[in-house]
């Protein structure tokens, strides 16, 4: 069922994850102002380190980890500064060098807002060196 209080962020790094969890507090806290959100980071079961090179790229398989983005409360009035809250998370996470994916019911506020998200007419992120 589409959720569009919550976005699922993949994270393609070589960062720890306290690491990436710090950038995420800064993120957060900068972005998504007068929202209560929690945004978790997991380490991610598909990752595959042995697919940077792959062509077409794959954010599920190159994501180290992934962060699950949401609100707390469904308050309709605070969605569209959600929405766009997420799109600056997301720059600010690639503005340190990380590969960020959005996958949420509004990947297109993302990508209208960034520059970028992955879709399958435009697989490589912006800066990423394919082999």
């Known amino acids: 069922m589409p959720d569009p ?3 699922k962020i993949y994270v393609d790094t070589d960062d720890d994850i306290e690491k990436l969890q710090t950038a995420l507090d800064d993120a957060v806290a900068e ?10 980071a997991y380490e991610n079961e598909n990752f595959d380190p042995g697919s940077g090179n792959n062509v077409p790229y794959d954010f ?19 969605l569209p500064a959600f929405q766009s809250g997420v799109a600056t998370v997301v720059k600010h996470l690639r503005a340190e060098g990380r590969f960020v994916t959005a996958s949420c019911d509004f ?3 993302i990508a209208d807002a960034t520059g970028w998200n992955w879709t399958e007419d435009k697989p490589e992120p912006p800066g990423r060196a394919a082999v």
């Open 5 to 7: 209080y919550y976005c």
């Open 31 to 40: 972005a998504i102002v007068g929202i209560r959100v929690e945004y978790p």
């Open 107 to 109: 990947e297109d506020v």
């Open 60 to 78: 599920i398989e190159r994501s180290r980890y992934y962060v699950d983005l949401g609100t707390i409360e469904q308050v309709p009035d605070q």
